[in-house]
């Protein structure tokens, strides 16, 4: 069994834009636009578009959260170049992390890996 996390995004274009930004590779893709599948190193990213979904799901929630395999300060560029702005590399007590929204308004943080801090 393997899981695959699902959002409802507004706008699908938008956020394939986004998290093909962050470094996910646009997969799986409904004809009708409504599906996405996004893949990452470690697992799937399905994005739902809420216009095709029902009502209930579009006060659900889920946060994501990321591990980059580069410095955040490249993964911040490729998100400042898709046109997404914003985000901030904080320090944390476990490591560098950034913080920036999605198209829906959704907080992402994406952790350093401890491999690019050593």
């Known amino acids: 069994m393997r899981l695959l996390p699902v959002i409802y995004v507004g706008n699908t274009d938008a956020s394939i834009?986004?998290?093909s930004a962050l470094g996910l590779d646009l997969g799986f893709h409904a004809e009708?636009?409504?599906?996405?599948?996004l893949?990452?190193?470690g697992g799937t990213l399905?994005?739902?578009?809420?216009?095709?979904?029902?009502?209930g799901h579009k006060s659900r929630s889920i946060?994501?959260?990321?591990?980059?395999?580069?410095?955040?300060?490249?993964?911040?560029?490729r998100l400042n170049d898709a046109g997404f702005s914003g985000g901030e590399i904080v320090d944390e007590d476990f490591g560098r992390s950034l913080r920036i929204?999605?198209?829906?308004?959704?907080?992402i943080q994406i952790n350093e890996s401890p491999d690019i801090r050593s």
């Open 63 to 77: 946060d994501l959260c990321f591990e980059a395999d580069q410095p955040l300060e490249d993964t911040m560029r």
């Open 101 to 107: 929204d999605d198209p829906d308004g959704r907080s």
């Open 17 to 19: 834009r986004f998290y």
């Open 32 to 37: 009708a636009g409504d599906w996405v599948e």
């Open 46 to 55: 399905a994005l739902h578009s809420v216009s095709s979904a029902d009502s």
């Open 39 to 41: 893949q990452a190193s």
